[in-house]
C-alpha cells in the first residue's frame, strides 16, 4: 500500500530485501564511475590533502606518493565489497549483517552511524562557510548550513535513482571550479621538500594513515 503511494512519487521504497537479478533495471556501469567521482571531488578531499604540507610538514612529491600510495591501499577493500552487491543482491550495510550476525551488526551499524554524522558535519560546515563568502556575509553560517543539510535530506528521502541523477552531472562543476582554483593559484606553487629521517617516515605514515581512513571508510556505506 504505501509502495503504492510513494513509488509513483519517485521516493525511495527499497529497503533491505535482496534485489533479484530480474528486478535490476538499473545496470549502467558509467553510473558507478559518475558517482563516485562526484562523491569525491569536493573540498573535503582537497582539505585532507592540504594537511600534507600545513599539518605534515611533507615535500610535494612526498604527499603526491603518500595520496596515491594510501588511496590505491584503501580503495582496495571497497573495491571488493563492491563485487558482493552484485553476487548477492543486497548492499554492504545489509551484507554486515551475514558476516556479524544481529548484535555485532548492531554494533557495526552503531560505528557507521557515527562515521556518516561525522562525515555530514564537516560537509554542511564547510558547505555552509562556502555560502557565507559567496555571499558577502548575507547568509549566516547557521543558515547555509540548514539549508545544506534540508536539501540533502530531502535528496536521500527520493533514494536511489535521484542520487544517481544528481551525481551523473555533479561532477562537471566541480571540476571547472577546481580547474579555475588550479590556474588561478598556479603561479603560487612552490615545489618544497621536507626533513629527512625518521621525522620524514612518521609523517609520511601519519598523512597516509589519514588518506587510508578517508579511503576505505566507504567499505561499510556502499549503496550499488
Known sequence: MKRDLLEPRGIETQGIERVLP???THIRI???FTMWLSANLVIS?????SLATLVFNLGFWDSVAAIFLFNALGVLPVAFFSTLGPKLGLRQMTISRFSFGWLGAAIVALFNVVTCIGWSVVNVIVGGQLIFALSG???PNWAGIMCIAGVTTLVSLYGYVYVHRYERYAWIPMTVIFL???VTAAPNFHITSSAKGIAEVASFMSFGGAVYGF??????ILLG
Open 22 to 24: 530480474t528486478s535490476r
Open 30 to 32: 558509467f553510473d558507478n
Open 45 to 49: 578531499t582537497v582539505a585532507l590533502g
Open 137 to 139: 556575509g548575507v547568509v
Open 180 to 182: 579555475i582554483i588550479l
Open 215 to 220: 579511503a576505505t571508510g566507504w567499505s561499510s
